[in-house]
Nanobody, 115 residues
Framework: QVQLVESGGGLVQAGGSLKLSCAASGIIFSINVMGWYRQAPGKQRELVANIGSGGSTNYADSVKGRFTISRDNAKNTVYMRMNSLKPEDTDGYYC?????????WGQGTQVTVAS
């Protein structure tokens, strides 16, 4: 059974930092892309950042220079360090893992940035 366990969300003041983690288990085939998406109520889920198996990264323009995504392939874990957080970063953050043709989602972790 595939499981993505997320952690690290919470409440932080503007300008603060948080680090999200997502550990994947039960995936039989090689993991290709790991990433983070975010979604506000009533809005479409959007890509925040992702990282390929070789370490190539992709960031949304709104987080470039503030967020850093990384992964530990031995642990099937993806991280995202979020610095200089802004109130507009407030959202539910969802881990996504792609393996072959499959795409798996975590349950989401809330990030709230107070002004």
């Amino acid at each position: 059974q595939v499981q993505l366990v997320e952690s690290g969300g919470g409440l932080v003041q503007a300008g603060g930092s948080l680090k999200l983690s997502c550990a994947a288990s039960g995936i039989i085939f090689s993991i290709n892309v790991m990433g983070w998406y975010r979604q506000a109520p009533g809005k479409q889920r959007e890509l925040v950042a992702n990282i390929g198996s070789g370490g190539s990264t992709n960031y949304a323009d709104s987080v470039k220079g503030r967020f850093t995504i990384s992964r530990d392939n031995a642990k099937n874990t993806v991280y995202m360090r979020m610095n200089s957080l802004k109130p507009e970063d407030t959202d539910g953050y969802y881990c996504n893992v792609k393996s072959g043709w499959a795409s798996y989602w975590g349950q989401g972790t809330q990030v709230t940035v107070a002004s």
